[in-house]
């Protein structure tokens, strides 16, 4: 926070505008220093402050203001675009749901053939159906505007999350990688948490019970969307979560301090998904090879 040059004759506040403001708090935020020094006493001598209380009121000022200054760069950052559009977007399904429910319960008791979801609600609002009551077509018109609006959040998503991250994205998909970025708190917050972490972002419920000594440990939290652990048979899941943990990390940290895209981590993880996966195979001959056996020893008694 502060800037020596000489032989301590000036702080950070030797680069502030005479008048504080905003002048200060660029002061504070780009000064560094090597060792510390009485600056409340330098700022008195140097006439920057008439005492030492202004010198801190003034200090206090300009803290504020950095740190606001610091927040509002990093909420505008990409990444936290990213994350506030697919909290948006999981809000807008998760409401859209529940009123579709809402809908089909009061619809029925107009509708002699009511049907469910958004899709009932779509017919509903567009005056497919027995519903001719103003106001629950009114609600039908809401839970299909709030559907929608998720397929428009949705749609930002997939355009901007491989410009934010290249290598999640590839590798996860964009609707994954924003959730993770979500969940985590940020590419840079991703970038520093160990592939152990990852695997259970999402699964922290689970986690506590576990550490409460109510359940077992989770294998995973929400990667189990990705293919490589959800299309996996069960007794194989652990290991290639474990493998995809690992990839992403990987790829997070290449995303936040370089984000050149490398197409061989998501070679490298279908490799590693394919040997896994073989072992489903693996344990098919062998059962198979018991049970020939077993024939034959059957046939020669």
Not at 37 to 44: F, I, K, S
Not at 83 to 108: F, P, Q, Y
Not at 131 to 154: C, F, K, N, P
Not at 256 to 269: I, K, M, N, T
């Amino acid at each position: 926070m502060s800037d020596r040059t000489g032989a301590g004759e000036s702080g950070w506040f030797a680069a502030a505008d005479t008048d504080g403001s905003d002048g200060d708090a660029e002061a504070i935020a780009a000064g560094t220093t090597d060792e510390p020094e009485n600056w409340p006493r330098l700022a008195v001598e140097t006439g920057f402050a008439e005492t030492t209380a202004a010198y801190y009121d003034r200090l206090h000022r300009g803290t504020v203001e950095a740190t606001r200054a610091a927040v509002e760069d990093r909420e505008r950052a990409d990444d936290r675009q990213l994350i506030h559009a697919v909290r948006a977007m999981d809000d807008c399904r998760r409401t859209a749901n529940e009123l579709a429910e809402r809908l089909s319960e009061w619809a029925g008791t107009i509708d002699r053939d009511p049907g469910s979801g958004v899709s009932y609600a779509r017919s509903v609002a567009n005056g497919e159906t027995e519903v001719d009551d103003a106001t629950v077509v009114s609600l039908a018109g809401r839970v299909v505007d709030l559907a929608e609006e998720a397929d428009r959040l949705e749609a930002t998503i997939r355009e901007q999350a491989p410009t934010v991250a290249p290598n999640l994205s590839s590798m996860a998909g964009p609707v994954l990688t924003a959730r993770l970025l979500s969940l985590a708190g940020g590419l840079e917050s991703l970038a520093k948490k160990p592939s152990g972490t990852l695997q259970v972002l999402g699964a922290e419920d689970a986690l506590f019970a576990h550490l409460r000594g109510h359940a077992p440990s989770p294998k995973h939290g929400v990667i189990y969307t990705h293919e490589a652990v959800g299309a996996t048979r069960p007794e194989d899941r652990g290991s290639a979560a474990r493998a995809l943990a690992g990839k992403l990390t990987i790829a997070a940290r290449v995303d936040h301090y370089s984000g050149e895209l490398r197409p061989e981590l998501a070679d490298e993880l279908a490799d590693r998904i394919r040997t896994i996966r073989a072992r489903a195979d693996d344990d098919e001959r062998a059962d198979g090879s018991e049970t020939d056996d077993g024939q034959r020893r059957s046939a020669d008694e």
